[in-house]
């Protein structure tokens, strides 16, 4: 493959995946938003109860930040080759391998735990929905999911096109 060719299509995932990561990070650190309120709360009463209670717990209190500052430093990393020009390929690869491992963690958690592929959770009202609203007192998420596959499978990719080929 072209270089210039390998160049545009890692900007373009790279660019994806950070405007995933750096468009979520409000929520994540926002206590009040109910949607990871949901998500974070979901996955620890399944820790609780399949692996260790404290753990759970912790997870469900401190999760979504621990989550967010992942995916902020691996936005960084990816958009770092801005102003580092020279590190470009090393540093999509790396931020490439970063968003998959980070993304692999949030495809198991939907695949394998009662969240589901599109979470659904209860809301007063329709104004207090951040995703679509379904029902009354309902909202789900169709697009997280697909999102961290994508971003899973676009980090692999990325790395392979920027790792040093021997």
Request: hydrophobic share 55%; aromatic share 12%; glycine share 6%.
């Amino acid at each position: 493959m072209n270089n210039k060719i390998k160049i545009i299509v890692s900007w373009i995932i790279a660019l994806w995946a950070s405007n995933v990561f750096l468009g979520s990070l409000f929520y994540k650190f926002d206590s009040s938003a109910l949607e990871p309120q949901y998500i974070f709360n979901t996955i620890g009463a399944w820790l609780s109860s399949s692996v260790n209670t404290t753990i759970g717990e912790l997870f469900s209190e401190y999760g979504a930040i621990l989550i967010g500052l992942a995916e902020l430093v691996t936005a960084l990393v990816l958009l770092s080759p801005i102003v580092l020009w020279k590190h470009r390929k090393k540093l999509h690869c790396i931020g490439g391998l970063m968003a998959s491992m980070v993304m692999a963690g949030a495809v198991f958690f939907h695949v394998f735990t009662p969240l589901g592929w599109n979470p659904t959770w209860s809301v007063v009202n329709e104004s207090a929905c951040q995703a679509v609203f379904i029902a009354p007192n309902s909202c789900v998420d169709t697009g997280l999911a697909n999102a961290a596959l994508s971003i899973l499978i676009l980090g692999i990719v990325m790395f392979f096109l920027n790792k040093k080929s021997n």
